[in-house]
């Protein structure tokens, strides 16, 4: 059933924006499958790894609930933006109105919830088997090829034809995904689990049968996902896929050659990896300039982050990016049609969530790290799978720098699956079938 529900939620999720039925029932079937994933939960061992992953995940999803609140009229005025809101609506004879936390509370409910398939498939994966979290890696994979496949045949259909599952926009090698960068951005996730498992099977055997791993089936899929890469026009995902392809082996290199106790290789070879993805990180940027430069998303972020600036502390409200940044619009980015997003996702959830929302993402972020630490130090769990979750991870943030993808559901449902992936795998028990690369 949880392979299905992901399907459903990668196929239907390829908007940032509301798609009617589909997302109502990606959110209804999510409650069951979270119910059912707390209570699997439960006959877990007892892990501070896995509380730590809930604890995180709930301080997401408890960020936008908390929005709905009202505050104090004296703490409502504390943000510069409100203050000068308030006077405008008392000049226009409204005064008294409702100091809820969001300026738009039915966005921010909306985007409660949209959070829930990726919570429910974080609880379903947290207390999982190695075997369902393989198969859903493979997923992770096969996914975005069908998506790709699908984008090719829509170059020679029509435009409402029902192949293209977004007709308001033509056919651009989008395939389930309205924007043909998140189409991108879902094959550097496939990407990274491809690379995990080929660089993983290499030479290496399977403890259960004795026979050796065999790397190609994760080498042909990764070698077609990072061809069809160009093909999406997204020059920042071209990037970083090659970045991962030479920065994934030494970086796996490293966990080997310090399991193995050859530390100072090991530093040797984490030192040059640090210096490939500095070069790749730099050559990203100054591409991505070019872009920014023709789209003028430069503008749109910094303007994004000076209304941050102006809603701080406490944020405009998660969803209310389009209205709030309407109203403050800079000279250049006035167009005939409206600006859905900031190119930007951190540039946007602080404008949206304020300080509350950097406090949510530093701790969630540490919980990572600490999740990964253990599975260092202690070498518990398949450092293929962990290795996949980092790679997929990693991909996501750098291209949310220049792109919302972690505004789309199935990308954020896809990031989420890999974040619960490393918990699950961090707070395994070591045995034979479970050591590092």
Same mark, same amino acid.
């Given at each position: ?46 892990s501070?790894?896995?509380? @730590?992953? %809930? /604890? #995180?995940? =709930?301080?997401? &999803? +408890?960020?936008?609930? !908390?929005?709905?609140?009202?505050? $104090? *009229?004296g @703490?409502? %005025? /504390? #943000?510069? =933006?409100?203050? &000068? +809101?308030?006077?405008? !609506?008392?000049?226009?004879g409204? $005064? *008294? ?9 039915? &966005?921010?409910?909306?985007s ?6 990726a ?25 975005p090829i069908a ?9 020679g ?10 007709p308001?926009w ?40 004795g ?5 190609w ?8 996902l ?8 997204s ?26 106790g ?7 070879a ?13 050559a990203?940027?100054?591409w ?14 910094q ?8 809603h ?9 990016f ?25 540039a ?43 790679l ?5 943030l750098?291209h949310?720098g ?21 918990f ?10 479970c050591?590092?690369?």
């Amino acid at each position: 059933m949880i392979y299905a529900y992901f399907i459903l939620v990668f196929v239907t999720g390829g908007s940032s924006q509301a798609h009617g039925w589909t997302d109502v029932a990606a959110q209804l079937l999510a409650l069951p499958i979270f119910a059912w994933g707390l209570w699997r939960l439960a006959d877990q061992p007892g892990s501070r790894v896995r509380s @730590w992953g %809930l /604890a #995180a995940m =709930a301080a997401v &999803a +408890l960020l936008p609930w !908390l929005q709905l609140l009202p505050l $104090p *009229a004296g @703490w409502w %005025l /504390a #943000a510069p =933006a409100r203050a &000068a +809101l308030a006077q405008d !609506l008392a000049t226009a004879g409204v $005064p *008294a109105f409702a100091h809820t936390w969001s300026l738009t509370p039915a &966005a921010t409910l909306r985007s409660a919830l949209s959070l829930l398939p990726a919570l429910a498939l974080f609880a379903w994966v947290l207390g999982s088997d190695v075997r369902t979290q393989r198969r859903l890696l493979v997923l992770c994979v096969a996914l975005p090829i069908a998506s790709l496949v699908l984008g090719f045949l829509q170059l020679g259909a029509p435009q409402d034809s029902l192949l293209n599952p977004y007709p308001q926009w033509a056919p651009a090698m989008g395939g389930t995904f309205a924007n043909p960068n998140h189409q991108g951005t879902a094959m550097l996730v496939g990407l990274g689990v491809c690379l995990a498992f080929a660089v993983g099977n290499l030479g290496a055997t399977d403890p259960a049968t004795g026979k050796r791993r065999n790397p190609w089936p994760a080498i042909i899929a990764g070698a077609t996902l990072l061809l069809g890469l160009p093909l999406t026009n997204s020059r920042a995902a071209v990037v970083i896929g090659v970045l991962m392809l030479v920065a994934a082996p030494l970086g796996m290199a490293v966990s080997w050659l310090r399991a193995s106790g050859r530390r100072r290789t090991g530093v040797a070879a984490l030192a040059l990896a640090a210096l490939l993805a500095g070069v790749g990180l730099s050559a990203a940027i100054g591409w991505m300039k070019v872009d920014e430069v023709d789209e003028v998303r430069w503008v749109m972020r910094q303007a994004t982050f000076r209304l941050g600036t102006s809603h701080a502390p406490w944020g405009s409200g998660v969803g209310s990016f389009v209205p709030v940044f309407q109203q403050d619009l800079p000279q250049s980015l006035i167009k005939s049609v409206y600006i859905n997003a900031a190119h930007n996702d951190y540039a946007q959830s602080w404008m949206e969530g304020g300080w509350l929302s950097v406090f949510v993402a530093l701790s969630f972020a540490a919980t990572l790290c600490g999740a990964l630490t253990v599975h260092v130090v202690k070498r518990v769990g398949d450092s293929r799978v962990v290795w996949s979750g980092v790679l997929g991870i990693f991909a996501v943030l750098v291209h949310a720098g220049s792109d919302y993808a972690l505004r789309a559901p199935a990308l954020m449902a896809s990031v989420t699956l890999l974040v619960g992936l490393i918990f699950a795998q961090s707070a395994r028990q070591m045995d034979s079938g479970c050591k590092l690369i």
